[in-house]
């Protein structure tokens, strides 16, 4: 008899408990054939974020964590995953809300029919129904600074950044991708124990392409699974452009791990490209 899959959605907020307690409110209304817990933690060290979702009431699917002190988003995750009981992990952004009942048993069942598959991500509407740019081709040093800055309308330049942001993809197909913004994607316990979860050298950026860096390098697939579809309030914290950036941590915070992903994968191949290189080439032998 197959056991019952377990599903441990983390969320961490980070001043939206209006938005959370939305986000909480879809979860409870999913259909699943799985058993699900909700770790909510608040990185918010905000007395008016914790009274927001003190109503929230706690039971045994529902746990709530209130935070002394703001560490980093890597940490956080890693951290709380430790003490969840599950199969499968979905890792939502707070301001994430999934509004079809039945999308986490859809993701969860196409994962399921597939090993070669760890990673999978629906597809991204922002509440004002346009759709972010998520989906990426490994990250470079030359795209990161030039999709931010003037670069990006020198016409040559521009081809390049289009290229690395997937312009080209039809976002209604189901297909394997470098990398994709982690709001909201779930994960196989087997990948998460192989790697050791996120990579804390990165504080808060560039964890998700290198979780996906190390699935592609075992040989495990990245979905976009736009089958389901979930909604964000669009506000990254990441949006800048140059002229802000010694004026913000944030942006100072991108940059610096930006440079550590780059010097990390100076000489690394790109891992998806080699899967199927090596694919292609034994059906071919």
């Not at 197959?2 to 961490?12: E, F, H, N």
Request: hydrophobic share 45%; net charge positive.
């Amino acid at each position: 008899m197959q056991k019952t899959p377990k599903i441990s959605v983390i969320i961490l907020n980070y001043l939206k408990a209006k938005r959370v307690i939305e986000n909480i409110n879809f979860l409870k209304n999913q259909k699943w054939d799985f058993d699900l817990e909700i770790i909510l933690v608040d990185n918010s060290c905000d007395k008016n974020e914790k009274e927001i979702l003190s109503k929230l009431k706690k039971n045994n699917n529902l746990k709530i964590i209130f935070n002394e002190k703001n560490y980093w988003y890597t940490k956080w995750n890693n951290i709380w995953v430790k003490y969840a009981s599950w199969d499968f992990i979905l890792i939502l952004n707070p301001d994430i809300l999934i509004k079809d009942e039945n999308a986490i048993f859809e993701m969860l069942k196409f994962l399921q029919n597939d090993e070669k598959i760890w990673i999978i991500w629906p597809k991204q509407i922002n509440d004002n129904w346009e759709i972010p740019i998520i989906i990426r081709r490994f990250p470079n040093l030359f795209t990161q600074i030039a999709r931010r800055t003037f670069l990006r309308k020198i016409p040559w330049i521009k081809k390049i950044v289009e290229k690395d942001e997937y312009r080209d993809l039809d976002l209604d197909q189901i297909q394997s991708v470098d990398w994709i913004q982690s709001s909201c994607f779930m994960l196989s316990k087997k990948l998460w124990n192989k790697i050791w979860g996120f990579d804390e050298s990165y504080k808060i950026f560039l964890a998700d392409p290198e979780i996906c860096f190390q699935s592609w390098k075992l040989w495990k697939k990245v979905i976009y699974f736009p089958k389901i579809q979930v909604f964000a309030d669009w506000k990254r914290a990441s949006f800048w452009w140059f002229l802000k950036f010694f004026q913000s941590w944030v942006l100072r915070q991108h940059f610096l791990d930006s440079i550590k992903y780059f010097f990390k994968h100076i000489f690394s191949k790109n891992p998806r490209e080699e899967f199927y290189f090596e694919k292609n080439k034994n059906l071919i032998g």
